[in-house]
């Protein structure tokens, strides 16, 4: 008999980017989704930007998500606009009840945080609650070889992807991982939000210091793992 879905995770507020670099502090969004996730997974309501980020996007990155700099300046909007929007709907939606939930969410969260900074757009010093699938992966199937991709962990659990590194089908499949984490270990995880958010941090910290461990003793002995969480900065 499968377990119920938990009530917190009947409505999510999927968020993901697409971006020039790797680097959360010099990188620009170049594209952005937040969809608000019903208790079947499906989209009840999709928010979608493309940007200008007033920078050349790297081929590198143009590789990943076939954006290149000539659509972002022709149909792309202002950055400033873009990011204040993107802050404003993220917010809209935790003051309506809903988490934020980002896969890998430090790397998208700390990204944002930056563009805001840059654009003299307000942000929260601190944005809660918010839900990390591979966080919860990570810390409910730990000894599970192979890698963590997006990718990876949606087939795994059973969720068809779409178009990878589409910043909207990839919102859409990590909060369609999340439901399946959160009924497959429903008695282990925090029954409330605010619990669970705290809980991640926790959570987070200590995986980021194993694997620190981890690496100073079989590569480098001064490796440093950073485990703040959601937002590094």
Known sequence: MTAPLPLWASGLAVFDTETTGIDTSSSRIVSATIALLGPAGEVVERYDWLLDPGVEIPEPAIRVHGITTEIARASGIDAAVGV?????????????????????????????????????????????????????????????????????????????????????????????????????????????????????IAWAAAQAADFQSYMRRVRDPSFVADGRWPVRR
Do not use: C, W
């Open 84 to 200: 204040r929007q993107i802050v404003d709907q993220l917010l809209e939606m935790i003051e309506r009840g809903f988490p934020i939930v980002a896969y890998n969410a430090p790397y998208d969260l700390t990204l944002l945080a930056a563009e805001a900074a840059r654009h003299g757009v307000p942000l929260p010093e601190t944005l809660s609650p918010v839900i990390d699938p591979l966080l919860l992966d990570k810390q409910f199937d730990r000894y599970r070889k192979g890698k963590r991709t997006l990718e990876l962990v949606a087939a795994h659990h059973g969720v068809d992807l779409g178009n990878a590194h589409d910043a909207g089908d990839d919102a859409i499949a990590a909060g369609r991982v999340l439901q399946r984490i959160a009924v497959k270990y429903a008695d282990v995880i925090p029954g409330e939000l605010d619990e669970l958010h705290r809980a991640q």
